[in-house]
T-cell receptor
Framework: KNEVEQSPQNLTAQEGEFITINCSYSVGISALHWLQQHPGGGIVSLFMLSSGKKKHGRLIATINIQEKHSSLHITASHPRDSAVYIC???????FGTGTRLQVFP | NAGVTQTPKFRVLKTGQSMTLLCAQDMNHEYMYWYRQDPGMGLRLIHYSVGEGTTAKGEVPDGYNVSRLKKQNFLLGLESAAPSQTSVYFCASSPHRQGPSPLGNSPLHFGNGTRLTVT
């Protein structure tokens, strides 16, 4: 069993839909990263959080350290949100395999 | 402010050839990392550096060497390339270490990747 697991692996949505991507981990951590990998390959950091919730524009990340689970939500999804979303534990930098999101107009 | 820059972007090597990938960051970050990304797998750490002149092995170090002679540069070398090293390589940097520290956790900054094919 992977130490960091994401679900779903693939996700398609219509523009405007609310998106949820989940990340579960089995190791103890102090924080979790959410990253976005563009179709061109570049990776950008979206969030780093250790408790509660963070919001940036239409993106919301939540984490429950006790339950070892984090979610990334996208409100009012748009085709430009199409990307691979990756979670990673902060302490040991273990990366999930990513969730490929495609948003269609 | 360019962030993290990787060169080259693409490279094709024949088995047994050598090459060096360069990672440069202009953010004065202490920590630098080299990862490889393969289909169906998460990013895996090859080597990392906690400061100028220091390097350490990551999860998959075999077949690679690294050097950090200057704080801003982290080089990844393949002495004798093998087809198993066909991958996309990413460099990343962070101001301080990951995990609990007096300064808190540290965001990661990635380069745009190098796609390497070994035939």
């Amino acid at each position: 069993k992977n130490e960091v697991e994401q679900s779903p692996q693939n996700l398609t949505a219509q523009e405007g839909e609310f998106i949820t991507i989940n990340c579960s981990y089995s190791v103890g951590i102090s924080a979790l990263h959410w990253l976005q990998q563009h179709p061109g390959g570049g990776i950008v950091s979206l969030f780093m959080l250790s408790s509660g919730k963070k919001k940036h524009g239409r993106l919301i990340a939540t984490i429950n350290i006790q339950e070892k689970h984090s979610s990334l939500h996208i409100t009012a999804s748009h085709p430009r949100d199409s990307a691979v979303y990756i979670c990673a534990t902060s302490d040991k930098l273990i990366f999930g395999t990513g969730t490929r999101l495609q948003v269609f107009p | 402010n360019a962030g993290v820059t990787q060169t080259p972007k693409f490279r094709v090597l024949k088995t047994g050839q050598s090459m060096t990938l360069l990672c440069a960051q202009d953010m004065n970050h202490e920590y630098m990392y080299w990862y490889r990304q393969d289909p169906g797998m998460g990013l895996r750490l090859i080597h990392y550096s906690v400061g100028e002149g220091t390097t350490a092995k990551g999860e998959v170090p075999d077949g690679y060497n690294v050097s950090r002679l200057k704080k801003q540069n982290f080089l990844l070398g393949l002495e004798s390339a093998a087809p198993s090293q066909t991958s996309v390589y990413f460099c990343a940097s962070s101001p301080h270490r990951q995990g609990p520290s007096p300064l808190g956790n540290s965001p990661l900054h990635f380069g745009n990747g190098t796609r390497l094919t070994v035939t």
